[in-house]
């Protein structure tokens, strides 16, 4: 079964860090941008950080400097390393591949992504 699979998150204090995964099987992710997204209930998704093929790294300017994305292709593995965290950053978290293999089109808009996992709850107290 093709899936994106995001593990990682939890409750923590603000100040803290979490390491947010993301496992795709019967998918390659190595041709395309891959991005995290997160959403408030009744708030739409917003962009966090996206990363390309070659691993170029794009950032939301609310996570600069806190967030790392980086990605491991052998393994099939993207990754949002976040650091700094604020109740702000509260919010469910996904990570989600890009429509089009080698595009950049759009990248931080959810509407160029086809393929997303089911989202992990990160939940950051003052």
């Known amino acids: 079964q093709e899936q994106l699979v995001e593990s990682g998150g939890g409750l923590v204090q603000a100040g803290a860090s979490l390491r947010l995964s993301c496992a795709a099987s019967g998918r390659t992710l190595s041709m395309y941008y891959m991005g995290w997204f997160r959403q408030d209930p009744g708030k739409e998704r917003e962009f966090v950080a996206a990363i390309s093929w070659s691993g170029s790294t794009y950032y939301a300017d609310s996570v600069k400097g806190r967030f790392t994305i980086t990605r491991d292709n052998a393994k099939n593995m993207v990754y949002l390393q976040m650091n700094s965290l604020k109740p702000e950053d509260t919010a469910v978290y996904y990570c989600?591949?890009?429509?089009?293999?080698?595009?950049?089109?759009?990248?931080?808009?959810?509407?160029?992504?086809?393929?997303w996992g089911q989202g992990t709850q990160v939940t950051v107290s003052s």
């Open positions: 989600a591949r890009n429509k089009l293999p080698y595009s950049s089109i759009n990248y931080v808009r959810p509407t160029a992504y086809d393929y």
